[in-house]
Structures are given as structure tokens and as C-alpha cells.
């Protein structure tokens, strides 16, 4: 016997019999059901966005999706689409489950195979771990204790994909009570979270793109306890000095009912209200930056009051990337919300996306595909 097998022999002396008797049984059962092997992916050769509009963008869902072959699919049709960018949600809380441990595998799938794709990514990074917050308090509560941690992975995740992700978004919509930890919203406690991860994020990355959160739009009146118009919360940023800490603004802009045509307005959310955030950005001295839209879009859901037919989404979805591209100079790219979902929601979110979670283009992205590749929209039947 070789050196080789005797080696393989005594390693298999030294497994407990019950082990053997375990997984023998294990896999005569996988044999009798007969569960399908998995199958093999391959990222391919590197691919090219072919558009019209190099500013399209879409916000996809990737974070749950667990099946490699579907994250290639996604992303692959959003290629096919003619969007160049992508907005991708990772999780701090799923990927740093202890403090100083990282686990990069999933994302690394997402990134990859985006950049096999020729898809630029734009990172979002928030949801707590909970080993950094109180007990009994939410994903999406973050004190000021633990904002060097937050740092500190916003460090780490730049580091390890330096030359694959430039541009990382520092948390999600903090003028809203909810998404801060069901606290009162706080526009200069968020500014000294992003004035660290700002540092850190340079640190990693001397190249790298720091976007604000995208705040949702929202008519609050002073004084609410769930959240802060928007425009008054990013106002209250730069008097705390945000201008020092970010390098882009990220905005969020749903349509509502209105058309993508509806002239902006601070009474109103529609899709043009992103143009009074890009205002507050000039009267601080900000022009010289850009801004990027990360969330955007209509609904199109038969019985809910704030959606639209189908065929206004259409329209008004490519109305908003023509005026991101021909309008708006200071905004690097429009992002839908969103492109696809690992599963149904089975609640009026599932009528934003482009794509149902079977893989079937809807007509807003077919739509938008034709628009991307210069040929003019199918008449209506």
C-alpha cells in the first residue's frame, strides 16, 4: 500500500464509528430522493455594457439570494437591460457576526460575477450586528459607542475589495425614525458616523467614492417623532460639516402617482423633488460634487393608491433615465428600484421590480432594454 493510502486508511480509523454509519446513511439517502447535485458556475468571459444611456442603473436585490446560478442570471440581465451600474445591499451584520471575523464568501459571489458582467458596484453597507447593540433593540439601531466599529468595516470591506468596489453608501435613510433604530432621528450624530467612515474608507482605499445615505422623501412636519423632510435633514448635515466627509450625494426619488415630468416642488414627493436636494447642495458651496440617484421608481400594483398603470411606469421609468442623462449634469446614474427579488414578497413590493423572481423580463424592462439599445418602443396593443 502506498504512502498516500495508508496515510488516507489511518485518518479513516480515527473517525468515529457512528460518524461513518451517519454519513453513509445521509448520503443512501440523498441517493433515494434523488436531490440534483448542484450545478457548476462559471463567471465567463468578461462582457461589456452595451448602451445608450451610460447613467442607467438599477438597485438589485442579491443579500438572500443563495443560489450562484441566480446571481449570475440577475446580473447577466441587467447587463442585457443596458444598465451599467448596480446597487447592492451588504449587510454588516451578515458579514462581521463577530467583532474582527469576516465571512466574504457570498459577496465576493455578487461582486464577481457583477464585474464579470461589466456592471459597476455601488455598496451599501448598514444592518448592526448584534454583538454591537443593546438587547431587545433592532438591526437598525447604532449608538455612538459603536460607530468606530461600524468604521471598522467599513474598512475592512474596502480593503478586501480594493480594485473590485469603489463606491460604498454609508447607511440607509437616517431620517427616519426606523431605520434609526426606532430613536429620534439625529442629522448630526448621523454626520460624525459618517465622518468616520469616511476616514476609514480612504484609509482602505485612498480612491474610493463615499456616498451619503439615500434619505427618503418624505413631507414630515418639524417635530414628528417617525421622521425629517429630507431637505431640512440634509441641510442640518452640512451645518454639522458633512461637506468634509462625503464625495458624493446619494438621493432617493420615487415617482409616487405623479409623472416623471412633474415639476419639483417642496410640498410634494415625486421624482423631480431630487433636483431641491441638489439646490441645498449648491447653496452650501457643494456644486463641484455630484450626486447619484440610489433608489427610484413607480409601482404599478392593480389596488394600491400610491401606484400607476402599467404603461405609466414604463414611460415614466424611461422618462427618468433620459432626464438623469440629458437634464441632470450633476447626477453620475440613476438606479430603479428594483430590479428583482430572490422570492415573492407577495405584498405591493413586488410590483417595483423589472424582473419576477422566476425570471421573466416584465414590460418595464423590456422597455427600458429597447431604450438602451436605440430602437423605438413597441406600440401598445
Not at 454588516?92 to 467583532?99: L, Q, S, V
Request: hydrophobic share 40%; glycine share 6%.
Amino acid at each position: 500500500m502506498t504512502k498516500p493510502l495508508v496515510a488516507l486508511w489511518q485518518r479513516l480509523r480515527a473517525i468515529p464509528r457512528r460518524w461513518l454509519w451517519q454519513g453513509a446513511a445521509l448520503g443512501l439517502l440523498l441517493w433515494i430522493i434523488g436531490l440534483p447535485p448542484q450545478p457548476q458556475v462559471w463567471l465567463g468571459p468578461p462582457q461589456a455594457v452595451q448602451t445608450a444611456n451610460p447613467k442607467m442603473g438599477v438597485h438589485t436585490r442579491l443579500t438572500d439570494e443563495v443560489e450562484e446560478w441566480k446571481i449570475k442570471r440577475t446580473l447577466e440581465m441587467v447587463r442585457e437591460m443596458g444598465a451599467p451600474w448596480i446597487v447592492e445591499y451588504f449587510p454588516w451584520g451578515y458579514y462581521e457576526p463577530r467583532k474582527g471575523s469576516y465571512e466574504w464568501a457570498h459577496p465576493d459571489l455578487v461582486v464577481d460575477h457583477a464585474l464579470a458582467q461589466g456592471l459597476t458596484v455601488v455598496a451599501r453597507i448598514d444592518f448592526v450586528p448584534e454583538w454591537a447593540r443593546p438587547p431587545e433593540t433592532t438591526y437598525r439601531y447604532l449608538d455612538e459607542a459603536h460607530y468606530q466599529d461600524y468604521g471598522d468595516f467599513v474598512y475592512a470591506f474596502m480593503e478586501h475589495f480594493r480594485g473590485r468596489v469603489q463606491h460604498v453608501i454609508i447607511w440607509n435613510e437616517p431620517n427616519l425614525s426606523f431605520e434609526w433604530g426606532y430613536r429620534p432621528v439625529d442629522p448630526e450624530g448621523y454626520v460624525r458616523l459618517l465622518r468616520i467612515a469616511y476616514q476609514r474608507a480612504k484609509e482602505a482605499n485612498p480612491e474610493a467614492i463615499v456616498l451619503t445615505a439615500g434619505l427618503a422623501p418624505t413631507l414630515a412636519p418639524p417635530g414628528n417623532t417617525w421622521g425629517m423632510d429630507e431637505l431640512e435633514y440634509l441641510q442640518r448635515m452640512y451645518d454639522a460639516g458633512a461637506a468634509d466627509c462625503f464625495d458624493m450625494l446619494a438621493i432617493h426619488a420615487y415617482g409616487l402617482t405623479f409623472p416623471v415630468d412633474d415639476p419639483p416642488d417642496p410640498a410634494v414627493v415625486n421624482f423631480a423633488r431630487a433636483s431641491l436636494a441638489r439646490e441645498v447642495m449648491v447653496r452650501n458651496g457643494d456644486e463641484g460634487k455630484q450626486a447619484m440617484i440610489t433608489e427610484a421608481g413607480w409601482n404599478d400594483h392593480p389596488r394600491w393608491t400610491k401606484a400607476v398603470q402599467p404603461y405609466q411606469r414604463i414611460e415614466y421609468t424611461i422618462g427618468a433615465y433620459e432626464m438623469a442623462l440629458r437634464q441632470w449634469d450633476w447626477c453620475a446614474a440613476a438606479a430603479m428600484w428594483a430590479f428583482r427579488y430572490p422570492r415573492p414578497t407577495r405584498t405591493y413590493q413586488d410590483y417595483y421590480t423589472l424582473v419576477t423572481t422566476d425570471f421573466v423580463p416584465k414590460g418595464v424592462y423590456l422597455e427600458a432594454q429597447r431604450y438602451a439599445h436605440g430602437l423605438p418602443a413597441e406600440a401598445a396593443p
